[in-house]
């Protein structure tokens, strides 16, 4: 296994400013309502659609930020986080995909291609959201009115709901395993002083 690395402050800021905000989000969905064109939102469920809303918004200004901070270093989130994107990256993931495959889980390094790729992935997802999210405020503004367009745009919204329950349960899963393996993936991540 390789040293541990460590992350750069503003990487450890957003990335707990978006797995809080995801989280929420992905919570509220269960007990939000929507508009729809037919029935009104119950007080309740009006509520907690309003909360998602502005939520959303947050998400979508922290991820913005995380996008122009990786953009500033390109090369280097290609390298962490899109590695598929270039020759080496792609040679790398099959070989890292073959020890997965063989599972000899614990010579895949924890800052390699197959979890960079895999984190990546959380974030582009993550970012559908947000964008769509974004749209979808503006559409309905300000009555919450459900024209054909935004009816169509909700739908692409919660397309890939059930793949963002997956990268957060596989995701979490992943670092509780390596916590509890003495990779202190968690505290690397999380902690303030670190
Ligand atoms: C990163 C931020 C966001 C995440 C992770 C997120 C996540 C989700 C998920 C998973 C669903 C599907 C719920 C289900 O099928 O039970 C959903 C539904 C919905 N979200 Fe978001 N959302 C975000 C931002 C926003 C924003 C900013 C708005 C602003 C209007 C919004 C409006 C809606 C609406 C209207 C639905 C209902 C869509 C439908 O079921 O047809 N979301 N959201
Ligand atoms: C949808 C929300 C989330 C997204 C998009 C996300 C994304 C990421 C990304 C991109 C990295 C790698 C950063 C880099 O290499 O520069 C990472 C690492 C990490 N994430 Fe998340 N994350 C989310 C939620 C969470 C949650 C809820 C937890 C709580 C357990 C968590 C725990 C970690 C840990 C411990 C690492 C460090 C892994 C290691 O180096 O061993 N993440 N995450």
Redesign the pocket.
Known sequence: MNA??R?PRA?RAM?AL???A??TQMLLTLVMQHPRAKRPMTPQGAFYFQWHEWVGLAAFAVLGANWIYRAARWKQAVR??FPWSTRPGRAELGRELGLFARLRWRSIP??GAL??TV??L??L??SEFALTGSVLFILLWPSNQVTPLASQVMEVHQYLGSA?WA??AG??A???W??LAG?R??T???SPRN
């Open positions: 541990p690395f992350y990487v990335h978006i797995a809080l995801i989280l962490r986080l924890l800052d979890a960079g984190h990546g959380g974030i997802l993550a963002m990268f957060l995701h979490g992943m670092a509780v390596h916590q990779e993936s968690i690397r991540m999380f």
